[in-house]
């Protein structure tokens, strides 16, 4: 089996403890010919491990098909899962097959399960439970066998309770549930994953020496609270071997959306009756500090030290702030 196949060309680099842990728990959940849903935030990696479970499970050498939920709309979703007949409905002038079908023997993944319309769920459940299903516009029942795996980064029993998710469907589909680490709970694979963007990124460039990662901007890596997981990180080190003019990478972007030429906002004059009455002094004092310190952060660009220094804070002063709102500041 190819390290392509697998996965490994594409798939995130990883050797902390809480990554490891996920790798052995999808081996093991690939090896059982069960559904698996993979719950993770966006950018974590959700297809990749879907990718991996699939290649390390006896149905390798079948189809892994893909459909991806957010970029369907829900009208269409029913007959890209399922296809439909000729003459279906207006348009639809041949059969053609959906994509249970196609994974026929192999493996359905379904990302963003989570938004596939109540309708569509009950004849998914249905061939789940049945291994069958029927294309739209036709009664004929073609069986399947296919293996599901879902993704989500949503509270699927939550959803339940909404009514927006069918309890039955959850069921057949939580054989096993693998909960994908996100990349603030690997530090150490923030780096080695950023020297790995930034060696294909310099090979991308044509550069002719691999880039090194300067020990400020490591900091920095470490630092940041990385909402976009990995795929954010991949992006923040291509930009940045892509601006670099040296090997050594100096600096790093993490919003590229920051506008130069947007001039400061200049604050109003309080007048008497803005005056925060005495009794709201905790709530104020709060929310000034957590003022100041998104302030330094962004300055800083989540450099928690360069955050420190701007303040005029000891490090561990800093650090005692953070801690006491880190929830506020997520």
């Known amino acids: ?4 196949r697998l996965g490994y060309s594409q798939a995130p680099l990883g050797e902390s403890e809480v990554f490891l842990n996920f790798q052995q728990d999808l081996s093991r959940a690939a090896a059982v010919n069960r559904s698996v849903l993979i719950v993770g935030e966006r950018g974590s990696g959700k297809e990749i491990a879907a990718t991996r479970l699939h290649y390390l499970s006896p149905r390798w050498q079948q189809n892994l098909v893909t459909v991806n939920c957010a970029a369907l709309p829900p009208s269409l979703i029913e007959t890209e899962l399922f296809g439909y007949e000729a003459g279906a409905f207006t348009g ?17 993944f379904l990302d963003e399960i989570g938004l596939i319309p109540l309708e569509v769920q009950e004849k998914i459940l249905r061939a789940v439970e049945y291994g069958t299903f029927e294309r ?9 066998d296919v293996r599901i795996v879902g993704a989500t980064n949503a509270d699927l029993p939550t959803l ?10 959850l069921d057949r589909l939580s054989f096993e549930v693998l909960f994908l680490p996100p990349l603030r709970e690997r530090k150490e694979d923030i780096l080695l994953l950023g020297e ?36 954010e990180l991949k992006n923040v080190i291509e930009r940045a ?14 919003n590229p959306f920051r506008n130069p030429f947007t001039p400061e906002a200049k604050p109003e004059k309080q007048t008497t009756e803005e005056i925060i009455p005495l009794h709201a002094y905790e709530q104020a004092k709060r929310d000034l500090d957590l003022s100041f310190i998104r302030r330094a952060l962004d300055q800083a660009e989540g450099n928690q030290k360069e955050a420190a220094r701007i303040l005029d804070l ?17």
């Open 160 to 169: 339940c309770d909404e009514g927006k998710f069918k309890e039955d469907l």
């Open 136 to 144: 739209v516009g036709s009664s004929k029942t073609h069986e399947v």
């Open 314 to 330: 000891t490090y561990d002063q800093f650090r005692g702030l953070f801690r006491k709102y880190r929830d506020l500041l997520q």
């Open 92 to 108: 639809a002038t041949k059969t053609r097959k959906g994509r249970f079908e196609e994974a026929e023997g192999g493996t359905l």
């Open 1 to 4: 089996m190819s390290e392509d």
């Open 241 to 254: 071997v892509y601006r670099s003019h040296g090997q050594v990478v100096e600096a790093v972007q993490f």
């Open 196 to 231: 790995y963007f930034a060696a294909k990124m310099a090979l991308e460039c044509g550069h002719s020496e691999l880039p090194i990662l300067s020990e400020p901007v490591q900091r920095q890596l470490l630092a940041y609270p990385w909402p976009g997981n990995v795929r």
